[in-house]
Structure formats: C-alpha cells, structure tokens
C-alpha cells in the first residue's frame, strides 16, 4: 500500500529504491515523447514536465529537458527523486528552467505537471502499488497531460512504457535496438510492472508477444535486407490480427523503423 504522512508530517510517498542510471538511456522514451506530444507540449500554456525517480544522477533529466527545449524553448523541467541526497547531488546541475526537488508520488511542483516520465521507477514497487501509483499520478495531472511510465534495459536498448492520461492508461509501447534483440518476446523482460506478471497463457499481452514472435519467423526472408527491414514486415504482418497503431504520429513506417511499436492498452489490458 503506497501511503501518505502520517500524524499530520508529509512525507514523500513512496520508497527510496536502486539509483541506477545512465548517460542517454532514456533517448528511446525521450525521442518518441518529443515526437508523438510535441504538438501538446508546444500548444500549451506554461508547460511543465515531471521528471519521477531520476536516480544517483540527473543525467537523464538534463538529457530530456535539452530534448524537450529544442520542442518548446520554454518548457520548465522539474526532477522529482525521494532520496535527499540525490537530490543535494542535482542541485548543482540547476538551471534556468530545470530544478530538483524532494518529493514522491504526490508530486510536490508549483503546478499541475503536463507531462509526468517515469523511468525504472515502478518496477521496484509490488503489482498493486504500481496501479495506485499510476491513480496518484493522474490525479495530479494538468489537463490534456500525460504520464509516460516504462521500463528500459542497463544501456537502454530494450524500453517498454505505457502512457497515461486522466482516465487511464492508452497505449503501450516496444522499442529496441535492431540488434538488440533475438525474438520480440525478449522484451517481456522491460514490460510494465502492472503487465509483466501478466506475461502468462491466458492472458493477451503473452497472446500478443507470442504472435510477433511468429510474424518476426514470418518475416525472416526480409533479414536479408537487414533487421529493419525485418521488424517492419513483422510489425505490418502482426498489424492483421492486432490493433497495432498505424498511422503517425504513433505508428507507421517511420515509427517501426526505429524498432517501434505502439498498441492501445485496451488490447493487452490484464483481468483486474
Ligand atoms: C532505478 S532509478 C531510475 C533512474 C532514472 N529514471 C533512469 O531510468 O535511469 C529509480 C529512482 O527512483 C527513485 N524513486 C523510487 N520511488 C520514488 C517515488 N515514489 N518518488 C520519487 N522517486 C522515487 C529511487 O529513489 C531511485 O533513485
């Protein structure tokens, strides 16, 4: 159960946890926000963007606020860590614009965030702490905003999230490096913690993994051309009997040739 302070004291909610991270492991996730919600991040008035648990470094923050700026010049940037002391250690990375603060899940910010990313956060955290945390977070959000919550590999090259609004989450997404992979099913590794117990017969997230495994055997000739061209005939191939996104800015050619796929949730949602 995630709780709030008791006797009046706020805590942070939440727990400190491993503060593993790293140069550019987030640049998959950072890629596909810049490219599927920089049109929401530039029409927004005053955008602010969450950075939750961004570790013993806050690299990958500053990566994503360089990222972001290059969308919206003046987009604010606020790592939230619940470890005092990795927070001492980014306040000297502070800029105009970007900032660390002390906090959890309640996000303690000036405002409702707009956009909330996640990283390697949640997957420390039990099944059911994770859903809850998932419903903070919405709650919090500004209107229009998004939480992008995922799971990636040590270097980043298998990633994994799920991106939220206010009702709820809405798509999931897959990114690899081409070479990064032997079967699509190596993923389930870096699935979402409110999927990746799911991963199981009977359920439609381990249905639809066993699928593009069978469409990546399918699509085996077009190795010939190389691993891109294989991943997209896979993901065209799955497209039949999966409501995989198709058209921009989620889906199509140019997503799945960067090892891309996008599904709606509902289609691999877990029995609750
Ligand atoms: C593995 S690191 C992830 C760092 C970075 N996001 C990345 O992916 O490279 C997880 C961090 O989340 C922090 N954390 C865990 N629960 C948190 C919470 N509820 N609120 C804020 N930070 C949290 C931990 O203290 C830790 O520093």
């Known amino acids: 159960m995630i709780a709030e302070g008791t006797r009046g004291r706020r805590r942070p909610v939440g727990e400190i ?22 049109p929401l991040l530039r029409s927004a008035p005053r955008p602010l963007v969450v950075d939750l648990g961004y570790g013993a470094s806050p690299v990958t923050t500053s990566e994503m606020f360089a990222r972001l ?10 790592g939230v860590e619940i470890d005092p002391i990795r927070v001492a250690v980014a306040r000297a990375h502070e800029r105009e614009g970007l900032s660390f603060v002390l906090g959890g899940f309640e996000l303690p910010v000036a405002r409702p965030p ?18 809850q945390a998932w419903d903070l977070l919405r709650d919090r959000l500004a209107p229009g905003g998004v939480i992008v919550e995922g799971t990636c590999s040590e270097i980043g090259h298998r990633a994994a999230w799920v991106a939220l609004d206010a009702r709820g989450p809405r798509t999931l997404t897959l990114s690899t490096r081409l070479t990064g992979f032997t079967r699509p099913s190596d993923l389930a590794e870096r699935l979402p913690k409110t999927l990746i117990h799911r991963n199981v017969p009977g359920e ?3 249905a639809f993994l ?14 010939a051309y190389g691993q891109r061209s294989r991943w997209i005939a896979a993901v065209e191939r799955l497209t039949a009997d999966w409501p995989v996104a198709t058209a921009p800015p989620l889906g199509g050619r140019a997503r799945w040739r960067l090892g891309e796929l996008t599904i709606p949730w509902d289609a691999l949602a877990p029995e609750r």
């Open 114 to 131: 707009l956009i909330v990313r996640a990283f390697n956060v949640l997957r420390q955290y039990g099944e059911a702490q994770a859903w």
């Open 204 to 206: 439609r997230v381990h």
């Open 69 to 78: 700026r290059r969308v919206r010049p003046d987009v604010e940037v606020v």
């Open 17 to 38: 946890t491993r503060g593993t991270t790293g140069h550019n492991r987030l640049r998959r996730s950072d890629r596909w926000v810049t490219a599927v919600y920089g």
């Open 210 to 223: 066993r699928d593009f495994d069978h469409a990546w055997d399918v699509a085996a000739p077009y190795g």
